[in-house]
């Protein structure tokens, strides 16, 4: 049986909101590829928390044999995303984050740092960029730091500080960031309401609330809720807001004990924001909880198109007991993909049930060809699945021999 070790080592540091930038001996600035040679990088979370970082020469490594990070991978801390051709390791550790790419002979190699000293929430914009939102865990402040992480030149292109507090009658009640989505000129957070004021962090129950800012002045603009459905996304997972093809988006809440949140009356389902507006669509709401899936979604990936992949728990299952477990390797899960513009639910079929996601969520699922590739803890083993996307039939692929997650799984060029 596994054991879950990343709820174990997992510490909040409290931080201080100041950012700088740094280069290594490898440029600072990648070179734009020439060519269209390419490889396949996922980062590989071993079981006793050591990390490492991967490449493929073909997708077909990810669905055959086992996985091993002994004498071949890069061992290197944070969480990573694949962005604008790079793979950037995020890390708030002293050595800072570290951006990795192919050189001109397709080697992986390291290249320029940069030290984030708090990050709470992920995104990535229309413009190949990467939003991040640092804060103080423990509501020291309510003024968290938003910033555009250019991954070519690897540097931060803009910051602005901005007041998180619910009412500035109480500064220990906060909104509390779960992550980022930019659509043309706007920037959507998705948030939840958190006390401080006894040191415990509770998470009230609330509406559906995103703080919208204009993008790339991440100037703040307004804050909007929605009482149909409650708080969207997970504590540090980045799941709970896509953008898709059209350029809408679309957040997901789940209502749900296993995602943290006290459920309340209203049904986990799915919101939207159309494109060019900043305000909830009234016309709009997908009712998970009372659609054939019978269950709350947990976790949205972008599929292409309209399309998106989740995860989510049986309404029977959810319960006291279940509390928080989407950081749990319990095989209580299952999936879907849904066509969010159309409402259509497709089961993923020959996938087991499986356990959450831990904290690893943006960047985790791969898609190509009209499959996507995710790794999944079915009980006594973790392997990579593959997807088909049209009929939602799932293959089982590589086996994770050392640990449970591949976090991340991208595609670079050289």
């Given at each position: 049986m596994f054991t879950n070790k990343?709820?174990?080592?997992?510490?909040?540091?409290?931080?201080?909101?100041?950012?700088?930038?740094?280069?290594?001996?490898?440029?600072?600035?990648?070179?734009?590829?020439?060519?269209?040679?390419?490889?396949?990088?996922?980062?590989?979370?071993?079981?006793?928390?050591?990390?490492?970082?991967?490449?493929?020469?073909?997708?077909?490594?990810?669905?055959t044999g086992e996985i091993s990070a002994k004498?071949?991978?890069?061992?290197?801390g944070g969480s990573c995303f694949p962005a604008n051709n790079t793979f950037f390791a995020l890390s708030t550790e002293d050595e800072g984050s570290v951006s990795f790419h192919l050189n001109n002979a397709g080697k992986l190699v390291q290249g320029g740092k940069l030290a984030f000293e708090s990050s709470y929430a992920v995104g990535y914009t229309d413009d190949k960029k990467m939003i991040n939102i640092g804060a103080t865990w423990d509501g020291s402040s309510s003024d968290y730091e938003l910033m555009i992480y250019n991954p070519n030149t690897i540097s931060i292109d803009a910051r602005k500080f901005n007041d998180f507090v619910v009412s500035p009658d109480n500064?220990?009640?906060?909104?509390?960031?779960?992550?980022?989505?930019?659509?043309?000129?706007?920037?959507?957070?998705?948030?939840?309401?958190?006390?401080?004021?006894?040191?415990?962090?509770?998470?009230?129950?609330?509406?559906?609330?995103?703080?919208?800012?204009?993008?790339?002045?991440?100037?703040?603009?307004?804050?909007?809720?929605?009482?149909?459905?409650?708080a969207i996304g997970l504590y540090y997972t980045n799941t709970g807001i896509v953008q898709t093809e059209s350029g809408d988006i679309y957040t997901f809440s789940s209502n749900a004990n296993a995602g943290g949140y006290p459920p309340t009356s209203v049904s986990s389902g799915v919101l939207r924001i159309k494109k060019g507006d900043a305000k909830f669509d009234p016309g709009y709401f997908f009712d998970i909880e009372s659609s054939s899936l019978k269950g709350k979604v947990l976790a949205a990936y972008p599929l292409g198109g309209e399309k998106v992949f989740i995860s989510y728990i049986p309404n029977s299952v959810d319960s006291k007991d279940t509390y928080y477990n989407f950081l749990s390797a319990k095989t209580i899960f299952k999936s879907a993909i849904l066509d969010l513009a159309a409402k259509t639910i497709i089961p993923v079929t020959d996938l087991p049930d499986h356990g959450g996601d831990e904290f690893f969520g943006l960047g985790s699922m791969y898609v190509e060809n009209g499959k996507a590739y995710k790794s999944f803890v079915t009980g006594k083993e973790a392997r990579v699945y593959q997807i088909d996307i049209a009929t939602g039939a799932a293959k089982a692929g590589a086996l994770i021999k050392e640990g449970l997650y591949l976090p991340a799984i991208g595609k670079l060029t050289f």
């Open positions: 990343f709820q174990k080592c997992f510490a909040l540091t409290i931080l201080s909101l100041s950012t700088f930038s740094c280069s290594s001996d490898d440029a600072a600035t990648k070179e734009e590829p020439t060519t269209t040679n390419s490889k396949y990088v996922a980062s590989y979370w071993l079981d006793d928390y050591t990390q490492y970082i991967l490449d493929f020469n073909s997708i077909d490594k990810l669905m004498g071949v991978g890069i061992e290197q500064k220990k009640v906060l909104y509390w960031p779960t992550g980022a989505a930019v659509s043309g000129d706007k920037l959507f957070v998705p948030v939840y309401i958190k006390d401080v004021s006894d040191g415990t962090n509770k998470i009230l129950s609330s509406d559906a609330i995103v703080r919208v800012y204009k993008y790339p002045s991440l100037e703040y603009v307004t804050t909007i809720k929605d009482a149909r459905t409650n």
